[in-house]
Every structure is written in C-alpha cells, then in structure tokens.
C-alpha cells in the first residue's frame, strides 16, 4: 500500500490565484513528519515546509500553508498569490517515526503549471 | 554553510562501464541518504547511513550497487557494471538526527545518469 498519495499528477492555476495540491497518507506509528518539496525544472530539491504530528498547529511559510488534517489523515498544501515561478513538481513525504535518522517516502508529485 | 555536494552533476557512459558518485553531506550532519528518481518509480530509497554506518540498504537494486561512507564528509555511491536502466537522476541528501522540526532533509543538486 502507497504510504503517500498525491491524486492530482497536474494542476493548472491562474497567477494570483490561491491553490491546493493534496496529499494523503498512511501510518500507525503516532509519530512522523510531514514534508512538502519542489522541484523546479532544474531538478533540485527543495524544502518548503513541515508539520510534525505533533503539532496543535498548522505549519506555514510565507506563501506556502500546510492544512493538516489528522483525523483524515491529510497534509495539502496551499500556496496563496501564485506565481508564475511557482510552477514546478511538488512532492509530499513522509518520515515516521519523526526522527532525523529516518528516511522520506515521497508521494509521485503533482506537476503545478501557473498561467499568466 | 555550503549545502549537500554532489558530483559530477552529469555522467554519460556506455553500458558496463563502471560509475561513481561523489556526495559531501552538509558540515555537522550525521545522516546521509542516498535517493533515485525515475519517471516509472519516482523518488525511491537506495541505502542510508547514521554516524557512517550503513542502516538500510535494501532499496538497492542489486549487487551491481555499492555505497560507502568511509567519514562523516564523504560518501561514494557505486555502479559496477552499469546497464541503461540505472539511467536516473540520483540525489544525495542530510540531516542532523534527532527529534523535531530541525532534522530537516537536505538535498543536493542531484547526478543526472545516462548509460548508453
């Protein structure tokens, strides 16, 4: 079974516009972190925000919202006032437990495309 | 602080030829991770380290992988011999252990591998 799940394998969205790439995940262990990646089309990775399970709050970072939904088992990304350098490959993962000597699971990714 | 190095940034060889990959994780980190990225898998594990020492290595394919970490700045990935379906971009990353937000993965710029 897929322990991370991205639906969406591209989204479309107008510059300024707000939008939300999903995420589901599945796990036992009452410890893990929830992370959130891009890959622009230069190929690195790069780190954008996280929620730890633990958290009694929803993480954010400037643009970049995590709506975390435990009971749901979801962790969807919002990225408010896109632009267009926002578009990009966008990876969900997991660590579990939450520890940094832990591997990531990542999800297949969601292709965002931010039109003009 | 410089971030994780990874080379050479490209490689094309021929099918057989012997490959290594060179990785220096970021200075104080003690977990490296070695990833694969394919259109077909995505992001999948290959082997990781804690303090230098090998923890998991069953996300390597076959005997043809080999990865060392002989100090705490160096870690070499190695595939002897090569065959076109090792074509894939291959990412190093790291992170401190321990618990919480600041065990962070990083990665590096990724090798992007094409063997003929």
């Known amino acids: 079974a897929q322990k991370i799940t991205q639906t969406q394998p591209g989204m479309f969205v107008q510059e300024k516009e707000a939008v939300t790439l999903d995420c589901t995940y599945d796990?036992?262990?009452?410890?893990?972190?929830l992370f959130w990646y891009k890959q622009p089309s230069s190929g690195e990775m790069i780190f954008l925000i996280y929620?730890?399970?633990?958290?009694?709050q929803n993480a954010t970072e400037g643009r970049y919202s995590l709506n975390f939904q435990k009971a749901r088992k979801s962790a969807n990304l919002v990225i408010s006032a896109s632009q267009l350098g926002d578009s990009a490959m966008y990876f969900c993962?997991?660590?579990?437990?939450?520890?940094?000597?832990?591997?990531?699971?990542f999800g297949k990714g969601t292709r965002l495309s931010v039109i003009a | 602080d410089a971030g994780v190095i990874q080379s050479p940034r490209h490689e094309v060889t021929e099918m057989g030829q012997e490959v290594t990959l060179r990785c220096k994780p970021i200075s104080g980190h003690n977990s490296l991770f070695w990833y694969r990225q394919t259109m077909m898998r995505g992001l999948e594990l290959l082997i990781y380290f804690n303090n230098n020492v090998p923890i998991d290595d069953s996300g390597m394919p076959e005997d043809r992988f080999s990865a060392k970490m002989p100090n705490a700045s160096f870690s070499t990935l190695k595939i002897q011999p090569s065959e076109p379906r090792d074509s894939a971009v291959y990412f190093c990353?790291?992170?401190?252990?321990?618990?919480?937000?600041?065990?962070?993965?990083?990665f590096g710029p990724g090798t992007r591998l094409l063997v003929l």
């Open positions: 796990t036992s262990d009452p410890s893990y972190g």
């Open positions: 993962a997991m660590r579990e437990p939450n520890s940094g000597n832990t591997p990531l699971v």
């Open positions: 929620q730890g399970s633990y958290d009694q």
């Open positions: 990353a790291s992170n401190s252990m321990g618990t919480g937000f600041l065990k962070t993965q990083y």
